[in-house]
């Protein structure tokens, strides 16, 4: 388990009170969110000499990256509560959860305007092949302007698969800015979601993948969408298409993808989200080396300073986690 930060004036070893309900760290934050914590739960840092005592002690527990897996949740008897930094919860065993009682509670919302950013990042640098300009300057190569192509994504039509906060930044962000046609797939949500936002509402992936420029995936990853993406649905898209995952990693079949790149089914791809993480060149040089895709090590998930100390406490400033209990 990595040290717990000290680089703001947080306690790091206080002991532990029992005034306040007690909440274990199971991964590091920032000092200002941990301070926040500190000033509403006995915190045990990652540091601290009982930490390893979490899983016969703890009542609550607050991770930002950590697993936590049907053998650590058995081996929890007391446990009651998991905050989680972000909207994914995939890293924790939901069943086992449930079977106990034990509650979850994400951020989403928090990070939604962070992430739309990132598929506008991603969505642009694939368009205009900033990865691959960039790596052949790098290389000393000397990339003249007659050499270079792409597309301008300005008017086109931005599939969204999933409706949800992140999905309605992503639509406002591209229709308002880039003057895009937006149409959206989530067999979830009602038909009159989205009321504000201009838009077609498809009625199948198939629709999506067919029609749009740009598709962006906004959904969790569970058995019913792992591999959503390969290649039967890459020859679905338009060639000039371009694929971006800020979701997660499984979603889209990698190796299908870097199939369908080197096949030219696609114009190419943006991906913050990987199977593995974070992606290394040993896992991802194929991928890389099609010079179609902009690859990221999931920087979209409220890494700015603007946002890293909120969503990292929202968890656990919830007086929900234990009133009643």
């Known amino acids: ?10 306690d790091n070893e206080s002991t532990v009170k029992s005034t306040k309900p007690t909440v274990y760290l199971l991964d590091t934050f920032h000092p200002t969110a941990v301070k926040h914590a500190q000033s509403l739960f006995n915190v045990i840092l990652p540091s601290h000499p009982q930490h390893s005592e979490w899983r016969e002690k703890a009542e609550y527990l607050l ?16 446990l009651k509560a998991i905050g989680k930094q972000g909207v994914g919860i995939d890293k924790i065993d939901q069943a086992a959860c449930r079977e106990r009682g034990i509650k979850i509670f994400n951020t989403p919302g928090v990070n939604a305007q962070a992430v739309a950013e990132t598929v506008l990042t991603l969505a642009m640098s694939v368009a205009r092949q900033v990865g691959r300009i960039t790596a052949l300057q790098t290389a000393g190569e000397v990339v003249p302007k007659e050499k270079c192509s792409g597309l301008i ?6 599939g969204i698969v999933g409706m949800g906060n992140i999905g309605q930044k992503v639509a406002k962000i591209f229709s308002g800015g880039l003057g895009a046609e937006i149409i959206a797939y989530d067999p979830l949500l009602p038909m009159d979601a989205w009321a504000d936002i201009p838009h077609t ?25 792992r591999n959503l993406i390969g290649y039967p649905q890459m020859q679905m898209m338009k060639r000039n298409a371009i694929l971006i995952n800020t979701a ?4 889209v079949n990698e190796a299908d993808l870097e199939q369908a790149l080197k096949d030219e089914l696609i114009f190419g791809a943006g991906l913050d989200c ?3 993480e974070p992606p290394t060149k040993e896992r991802y040089e194929g991928l890389w080396s099609t010079g179609r895709v902009v690859s990221t090590p999931h920087i979209d998930r409220g890494r700015s300073r603007e946002l890293r100390n909120h969503i990292v406490v929202r968890p656990a400033a919830s007086q929900e986690w234990f009133v009643g209990w």
Do not use: C
């Open 248 to 251: 997660r990693g499984g979603i």
């Open 153 to 158: 994504i300005s008017n086109k039509k931005i």
């Open 63 to 78: 991770i930002r990256g950590s697993y936590l897996t049907a053998e650590d949740v058995a081996a929890s008897p007391n």
């Open 1 to 10: 388990m990595a040290p717990a930060r000290t680089d703001s004036p947080v």
């Open 274 to 276: 990987h199977e593995q």
């Open 201 to 225: 509402r498809a009625s199948t992936l198939e629709e999506v993948l067919q029609t749009s420029d740009i598709i962006t995936l906004h959904i969790p990853l569970i058995p019913q969408t």
